[in-house]
């Protein structure tokens, strides 16, 4: 067959396959738990967008409780979760790691999330996400209990609230941006190996005696991902450790963050004390205040950055946010 590929939209051999082609067109769907509503539940809405997804779809979310266990394939971008406030639209399940799923195996920590997305380029606006099991005490096994994961890539959040206990918000894997979330849990309620800006959101810790905020699991020096918070608050109770070295090259800085009283002495955790975790991590603190950022720059291998070191971790160009985030938005 013929033809002239340079002309062809289809050639990705043409010199200008770098330039992204968006979605287009737009789709709203509603979601209203009282039948008011093209759908009475998210998930009957995101299963009525076709695979393959091309257009922008806006699934607004009235106000109420949605208890449900929701997943957004990798095969529908573009999606938009729109709810009419934080603390009025609510997402809600329940599962925990030692509960069996359909197929009579543990679930484990990774599918217990009440809302996981697979899909790129995933927003929530307004909207709260929950694990309602109830905290376990330190030690107690199997009680990983995620409210939300995020899989996908290039995902943004505003004005979101994330609540559970232990393992609270799955960061697995891809670019993410929160901004103005309300995150709340006790054990490592940010985990994963995200690559991900925290900015003006509030970390809450629901700790009994001792608790952790971030454990981040990036594997090599290689690896782009890690956590910034910037321009955060911590509050809650403690005691609190701020990051743990999940991944051998763990990475988290926090960067003009004020912290209430409730950090644990030392701040770290290298959390199996056998691997030498503390030579390979990258644990950063910059301008950070409040009475307990003291104890952030607790141990000798979570380095108080001057500007030059931290300024990677303070642009969005960290999530090479320049190419998908509005600049509204950041």
């Not at 529908?76 to 069996?100: L, N, Q």
């Amino acid at each position: 067959m013929g033809g002239n590929k340079k002309n062809d939209p289809t050639s990705n051999s043409s010199k200008h396959h770098h330039k992204w082609v968006g979605p287009s067109g737009h789709l709203l769907i509603t979601v209203d738990a009282n039948g008011l509503g093209d759908f009475r539940t998210v998930q009957a809405a995101v299963d009525s967008i076709p695979n393959s997804n091309t257009k922008n779809v806006l699934i607004h979310i009235s106000a109420g409780y949605y208890i449900e266990k929701v997943v957004v394939p990798a095969s529908k971008p573009y999606i938009t979760f729109e709810g009419e406030g934080r603390d009025v639209s609510v997402i809600e399940w329940h599962d925990r790691a030692c509960d069996k799923g359909p197929d009579g195996q543990q679930l484990r920590t990774y599918h217990t999330a009440s809302v996981t997305v697979f899909a790129s380029y995933f927003t929530a606006r307004n909207i709260s996400f929950k694990n309602t099991a109830p905290a376990p005490m330190p030690g107690m096994e199997g009680w990983q209990a995620v409210a939300f994961r995020i899989s996908g890539d290039k995902a943004y959040f505003s004005g979101c609230g994330f609540y559970g206990a232990q393992d609270t918000l799955c960061d697995d894997a891809g670019r993410h941006y929160f901004k103005e979330c309300y995150i709340e849990g006790s054990i490592d309620f940010i985990f994963g190996n995200g690559r991900s800006i925290y900015k003006d959101c509030e970390i809450h810790s629901i700790a009994t005696r001792f608790g952790s905020i971030a454990a981040q699991d990036r594997k090599s020096v290689d690896e782009k991902t890690g956590f910034a918070f910037i321009h955060c608050r911590v509050t809650g109770t403690g005691q609190l450790y701020v990051g743990r070295a999940m991944g051998q090259y763990s990475r988290i800085v926090y960067s003009y963050t004020y912290f209430e009283d409730i950090v644990a002495h030392g701040g770290w955790d290298d959390w199996d004390h056998v691997s030498n975790k503390n030579k390979t991590v990258f644990f950063g603190v910059y301008k950070c205040s409040g009475p307990g950022a003291a104890a952030v720059r607790g141990v000798s291998w979570a380095r108080e950055l001057d500007y030059p070191t931290a300024h990677p971790f303070l642009a969005k160009s960290f999530v090479n946010g320049r190419h998908w985030i509005a600049p509204s938005d950041a």
